[in-house]
């Protein structure tokens, strides 16, 4: 796993990123000028990228940043809405035109004209609704849901989608026609673990967000930034922004997010990392001194356990899967023979050193 270089901490007004998107990341700053330069025309945008990474972030920018800026932003999620209601909520319908339509509903399309509106998921969308959208893409007209007339709009179409569109399109699943012409302007949105410097920077501002809407002000100890910054968030931003709202809102009185704070498979993650991180070894003409390597790598996984336990001996047994007297007479033969993890072992009770807890004797 590649290092992370943290940068010095910025001022507090200091920008972090650009429209309410943090990042300062070179592939964000290419993105971020993509957005200042297709932003005030009418080039149809998609966005693709794993979930959570901000794709909606980017059309609002875009839209933010445009000539229809005074117009709706309409953000319709195409894989949230069940196919037989997806037609109705994007064109609108008529009176009677179904069971349940007891008057006619504008669509989102009609709600958007002279703005901009956002297609999210647009994989999910049926052939069926794929033929009505590029009739639109192509002359902005449309027809609801029982209607035999055609309405009008003049609408900036920004998609995006989770898939891989082109794979799609081979696979006869998304009509290629249509793919073209939303692909004016493609923008990939890269996932969290491929910007792991732009991690304290959405840390600090997600806090400062949280705080904004009347949640209490937290901060993160140095070792759970660090823990953070190296976590491959599968989930990206969205995952990071869930938990550090669940920090703030579960934390502690201290306002200071502790490594002994996170989820424990965040945790366990930084200590494989750091594992993997250790090998191989760099074998000298001298070789390598085996039985050391092999007792270094014994404290590391008995110090995880302890911090995951909390420092509870029994518990980290558990997880270690030896009896509770074995692990103690580990314990015992550690301190005895000194070391980084024996001056753990031989810290008082309360003495912050694991995971922000003092080991727990039993």
Not at 24 to 39: G, L, N, Q
Not at 313 to 322: D, S
Request: net charge negative.
């Amino acid at each position: 796993m590649d290092d992370v270089q943290f940068e010095p901490e910025q001022v507090e007004d200091e920008p972090l990123g650009f429209e309410g998107i943090i990042g300062r990341h070179p592939t964000m700053e290419a993105i971020f000028e993509v957005i200042r330069r297709v932003a005030p025309t009418d080039a149809t945008v998609l966005i693709t990228g794993d979930s959570g990474t901000g794709k909606e972030l980017v059309a609002a920018a875009l839209h933010r940043l445009s000539t229809r800026a005074a117009g709706r932003f309409v953000p319709v999620h195409c894989g949230a809405i069940p196919e037989e209601l997806l037609e109705s909520e994007m064109f609108g319908h008529e009176r009677g035109a179904f069971t349940g339509a007891v008057a006619s509903r504008l669509g989102r399309f009609k709600l958007a004209d002279h703005g901009t509106i956002f297609l999210d998921e647009i994989g999910e969308m049926s052939p069926k609704l794929q033929v009505k959208l590029l009739r639109v893409l192509e002359d902005g007209r449309f027809e609801p849901v029982g209607s035999v007339g055609t309405q009008q709009v003049d609408v900036r179409i920004i998609a995006a989608t989770n898939r891989t569109l082109d794979e799609a399109v081979a696979a006869k699943q998304f009509r290629e026609d249509l793919f073209y012409r939303l692909c004016v302007v493609p923008i990939e949105m890269p996932p969290l673990r491929r910007r792991r410097e732009d991690i304290p920077l959405l840390v600090r501002g997600v806090l400062g967000q949280l705080a904004a809407k009347g949640l209490p002000r937290f901060d993160v100890a140095p070792a759970a930034l660090e823990v953070l910054a190296r976590h491959s968030w599968p989930g990206n931003v969205r995952e990071l922004r869930n938990l550090l709202e669940q920090m703030v809102v579960l934390g502690r009185p201290e306002h200071v997010i502790e490594v002994h704070d996170l989820p424990p498979h965040v945790v366990a993650a930084q200590a494989s990392g750091e594992a993997s991180a250790a090998m191989p070894w760099q074998f000298g003409a001298a070789g390598i001194d085996f039985y050391r390597e092999m007792e270094a790598i014994e404290d590391r996984i008995i110090a995880q356990a302890l911090r995951l336990s909390g420092g509870n001996k029994k518990e980290a047994a558990r997880l270690l899967r030896v009896n509770r007297t074995t692990l103690l007479e580990k314990l015992k033969r550690k301190r005895a023979q000194g070391g980084a993890l024996a001056a753990l072992l031989g810290a008082p009770r309360g003495t912050e050193v694991v995971g922000g807890h003092g080991w727990i004797e039993g």
